[in-house]
């Protein structure tokens, strides 16, 4: 592995990019729902919504459908801002993610007052999803399928369910029984609002684990495994509960209080990792988190035009029975434009710090390469560290979108109708990670990331991902990387 970062040749290959970026910026234009300074106006220039009505929700609540709208009966909208204002709304009802298609229509429009009856007519989507686990027990595929070699013996076995509809109020449960490598129990169900205001919602969650297998230690920025066939060398179990609040249809706020009890084998806090838990054999502790969020995407799977914007702070460790001191602060900005008709752009920045600076737990140093949190190019490696940044750059171009009617080859309503789009994408990524305390025999920690690449993006049934790659990072490595996404 080269250690050297070439600092001039990243920059020069980032440099046309980042000015690109700039001229987008300070050139857009913000979009305002109402136009200043009109003082003329007549009342026949507005359309005053008299009665909504919805159609093909048999599972759906109607109320809950009439949450997402930024509109209620007797509002009025200008006829210059109807169409953007209705595709808009068609966007909110469909990134609730319970319905394939939504669309809205005008009926009983009185001419004289200019009162209309809104139509809503949805397709629901199928919301029972029982699946057999055939699951990797590695970090992604890339990883499973080069460094191990594919090998079926690395994979857990069980049932996974999900139910996206519970009750017909947008409610999500997710059951998990697993066995193989990792024996695992999970419990999760999010409520997204409980009273009348349809502005309070709650979640709760119940883990339980037994892992023959464990991640002790990062070496040349790659976990070590140690397996044990006969004995348990991790344990963990977390309970949390937490409470949504959200008052305006963009915004978001989570509180959420965990309790969490991990156990490793005496060999591990022993022998291969002292620093695993810095506690020795066992760490618990309560953990309070606030999250914030206000997302202005478009179509939220894979977003066309708008922005999100994110952040929480994580409190670990309260009282003098927990076996951590943490306190996590991280943030991140997406913006999206439409260059053209078919071209897109998006952009991406996220970053992490802690702000108390004391030694953390190997376990808890996690930093780029785990879950989403990556520099393209680089899904091989694991980079550890108490603070961490990336940034991301992807220009888009769309060169097919058809929809495909499978019509009675398909049993299944909601998925007869297909649409699918495929996009070419360009690639370019910047990350750092700051490892002040297990930055030995890991090179990639406290070094500038650079990966960039070519990619395939597919997008089916509104909702689901799929990424084929193409990419090439700092050391001169490249490689063919595949991901996805499927939103439920």
């Known amino acids: 592995m080269k250690h050297k970062t070439p600092i001039k040749y990243i920059f020069k290959n980032t440099t046309y990019c980042l000015l690109f970026l700039v001229v987008i910026l300070f050139s857009s234009n913000p979009i305002h729902s109402q136009t200043n300074g009109a003082v003329n106006d007549s009342a026949l220039d507005y359309i005053t919504i008299d009665k909504i009505y919805i159609q093909g929700n048999k599972r759906t609540r109607s109320e809950i459908i009439l949450r997402e709208l930024n509109f209620n009966i007797g509002d009025t909208i200008r006829l210059g801002h109807l169409t953007a204002r209705l595709k808009e709304n068609e966007y909110n009802v469909m990134n609730t993610g319970l319905f394939t298609a939504a669309t809205m229509s005008f009926k009983d429009w009185e001419g004289t007052t200019n009162k209309v009856g ?8 199928w919301y029972i999803f029982p699946f057999p686990i055939v699951e990797l027990s590695d970090r992604n595929f890339n990883v499973w399928w080069k460094t191990y070699n594919h090998s079926l013996k690395r994979l857990n076995l069980g049932i996974r369910f999900y139910h996206t509809n519970v009750t017909g109020r947008r ?29 309070f919602g709650l979640n709760f969650n119940i883990l339980h684990t037994r892992e023959k297998e464990i991640g002790y230690a990062t070496e040349d920025n790659s976990l070590l495994f140690h397996r044990n066939e006969d004995d348990i060398l991790l344990k963990r179990f977390r309970i949390g509960a937490g409470l949504i609040y959200r008052r305006q249809l963009d915004v978001i706020h989570q509180l959420n209080l965990t309790y969490r009890n991990h156990t490793i084998d005496e060999s591990i806090a022993n022998e291969l990792s002292p620093n695993f838990f810095l506690t020795g054999t066992e760490q618990k502790y309560i953990s309070l988190n606030y999250q914030f969020s206000l997302d202005k995407r478009d179509i939220k799977p894979y977003p066309m035009n708008g922005y999100f914007l994110s952040g929480e702070i994580t409190k670990k460790g309260f009282g003098a029975t927990d076996d951590i001191r943490a306190l996590e602060v991280d943030a991140s900005f997406q913006q999206y434009f439409t260059l053209a008709k078919k071209w897109s752009l998006a952009l991406a920045i996220k970053g992490k710090t802690g702000l108390q600076r004391d030694q953390q737990p190997y376990y808890t140093s996690r930093a780029l390469g785990y879950e989403n949190d990556f520099v393209r190019g680089y899904e091989f490696y694991v980079i550890d560290g108490l603070d961490y940044f990336y940034h991301k750059q992807a220009l888009r171009f769309n060169f097919f979108h058809r929809e495909f009617n499978w019509g009675h080859y398909m049993k299944f309503e909601s998925f007869k109708l297909m649409p699918v789009k495929l996009f070419l994408v360009l690639h370019n990524e910047l990350g750092f990670v ?53 939103s439920f």
């Open 118 to 125: 809104l139509n809503i007519e949805v397709k629901e989507d």
């Open 171 to 199: 409610d999500w449960l997710k059951t998990v029984v697993q066995f193989g490598f990792t024996k695992k129990y999970e419990l999760i169900y999010t409520l997204p609002a409980f009273n009348k205001a349809k502005t």
């Open 434 to 486: 700051n490892n002040p305390f297990y930055k030995k025999n890991n090179p990639l920690s406290n070094e500038l990331l650079w990966g960039t690449g070519i990619g395939l993006d597919l997008v089916i049934y509104y909702n689901k991902v799929i990424n084929l790659e193409y990419s090439r990072n700092h050391l001169g490595e490249n490689g063919f990387f595949l991901h996805w996404t499927f």
